[in-house]
């Protein structure tokens, strides 16, 4: 992925991100709410006993926003670290996603204290989680083209 494009969806992902964290907790309770009953109805649809909460629908919310993140870090990041770099160098690259991860929670969290809404350190854990998931699926797409990449290498020599 090209440096700029990178930087674009990243910028439009962080907006996203952070302009949910800015609503106030009236409006946030609301989108919540609606995102929820339509999570219900599909779960009642599919004849799955579960019964959601907005507690539940947040922390998703958290998790599978900062897994998108954790995707494009993984899927920008990872590819820049080579085999003929030194390990330290290996270490830093693959580090970057799950580092800027950690940051973006943390700004996510201190955005909330604007908003009038509380900051949470487990909501922070959450997004990290969401971020080493995205990543890791990142890291397996990679590989998995890498190996197709090879083999079909391999097969026209």
Same mark, same amino acid.
């Given at each position: 992925?090209?440096?700029?494009?990178f @930087?674009?969806?990243?910028?439009?992902?962080?907006?996203?991100?952070?302009?949910?964290?800015l609503?106030?907790?009236s &409006?946030?309770?609301?989108? &919540?709410?609606?995102?929820?009953?339509?999570?219900?109805?599909?779960?009642?649809?599919?004849?799955?006993?579960? %019964?959601?909460?907005?507690?539940i629908?947040? %922390?998703?919310?958290?998790?599978?926003?900062? &897994?998108g993140?954790?995707?494009?870090?993984?899927?920008?990041?990872?590819?820049?670290?080579?085999?003929?770099?030194?390990? %330290?160098?290996k @270490?830093?690259?693959?580090?970057?996603?799950f580092?800027?991860?950690?940051?973006?929670?943390?700004?996510?969290?201190?955005?909330?204290?604007?908003s009038?809404?509380?900051a949470?350190?487990?909501?922070v854990?959450?997004?990290?989680?969401?971020?080493?998931?995205?990543?890791?699926? &990142?890291?397996a797409?990679?590989?998995?083209?890498s190996k197709i990449?090879k083999?079909?290498?391999?097969?026209?020599?």
């Open positions: 992925m090209k440096k700029r494009t @930087i674009i969806i990243m910028a439009v992902v962080l907006l996203f991100i952070w302009g949910h964290s609503l106030p907790q &409006s946030s309770a609301a989108e &919540s709410g609606w995102i929820m009953q339509i999570m219900q109805a599909v779960l009642d649809f599919l004849h799955i006993p579960v %019964k959601l909460t907005q507690h629908v947040r %922390k998703l919310a958290h998790f599978t926003e900062y &897994s993140a954790g995707l494009l870090l993984g899927l920008y990041f990872f590819p820049r670290v080579k085999d003929e770099e030194g390990v %330290k160098q @270490i830093r690259k693959a580090a970057m996603p580092a800027a991860g950690l940051f973006i929670g943390f700004m996510d969290e201190t955005v909330q204290l604007f009038g809404r509380g949470l350190i487990v909501d854990w959450i997004d990290f989680a969401g971020i080493c998931f995205g990543a890791a699926i &990142s890291g797409i990679l590989m998995i083209v990449k083999k079909k290498n391999a097969q026209t020599l």
